[in-house]
């Protein structure tokens, strides 16, 4: 065997011993890291348990352990039924929660007849905005005089692009409505599941668990 041979092996085996030393030390700190976010989850269990100590959430589906100690083998529950159980304040945290994560601010209407509204906007901002509405209905469809009263209330305070998201769908009887009117965006409650299950999965715990904790 020559020199060249000799010196080729020995240089094969040490890249060997060197790359398995640096995969040991990357599982090593990825099992550390592991380790110190669980500890953090902890942390947080434990001082919403002083708070919520036998409350049980979503009917005894999932505890405050499942929602915080065992965040990532929980996957929220954006069903139907869940968004549907919300009530008018729920829903309208929800709601809110999901425009904030995508980088908006929120202040609240404070018109009387108009408390289910909030006015998205950005400090940095030049674009107008979106008005959001929500509705809590339910399983309901929300009907065309909801969606008229509502449209002609927006014009008399001077709002032209809203967002109008419901627990439930629209009438047929409103897309006609708005067929030609710009400004005017419907989420009925597939489309707004969609919207969330887009978030990423760890904005979608923290916003699924704050709902959950207020949860009746």
């Known amino acids: ?29 990825k099992k550390l890291k592991k ?24 009917n005894g589906i999932l505890s405050i352990e499942d929602v915080v100690l065992k965040k990532r083998d929980v996957v929220p529950i954006w069903t139907i039924q ?11 945290k929800l709601v809110a929660g999901y425009f904030e994560l995508k980088g908006f601010s929120i202040k609240y209407s404070s018109h009387s007849d108009m408390s289910d509204v909030f006015f998205l906007y950005k400090l940095n901002g030049i674009i107008p905005y979106p008005v959001v509405k929500c509705r809590a209905i339910g399983a309901d469809l929300v009907s065309v005089e909801t969606v008229k009263n509502f449209y002609n209330l927006s014009k008399q305070y001077g709002l032209t692009n809203i967002i109008f998201v419901t627990t439930g769908k629209f009438s047929s009887e409103v897309f006609t409505l708005l067929k030609n009117q710009k400004g005017f965006n419907l989420i009925d409650v597939n489309r707004f599941i969609s919207l969330l299950t887009m978030l990423p999965i760890e904005k979608q715990m923290d916003l699924f668990a704050e709902v959950l904790i207020d949860k009746e």
Do not use: G
């Open 1 to 29: 065997m020559d020199l060249v041979t000799i010196v080729s092996a020995v240089v094969i085996v040490v890249s060997i011993v060197i790359i398995k030393r640096d995969k040991e030390k990357f599982n090593f700190l």
């Open 35 to 58: 380790l110190e976010k669980q500890e953090e989850w902890l942390k947080e269990y434990e001082q919403k348990k002083r708070v919520h100590q036998s409350r049980k959430l979503t």
């Open 82 to 92: 869940f968004i549907q159980s919300l009530d008018f304040k729920l829903f309208i």
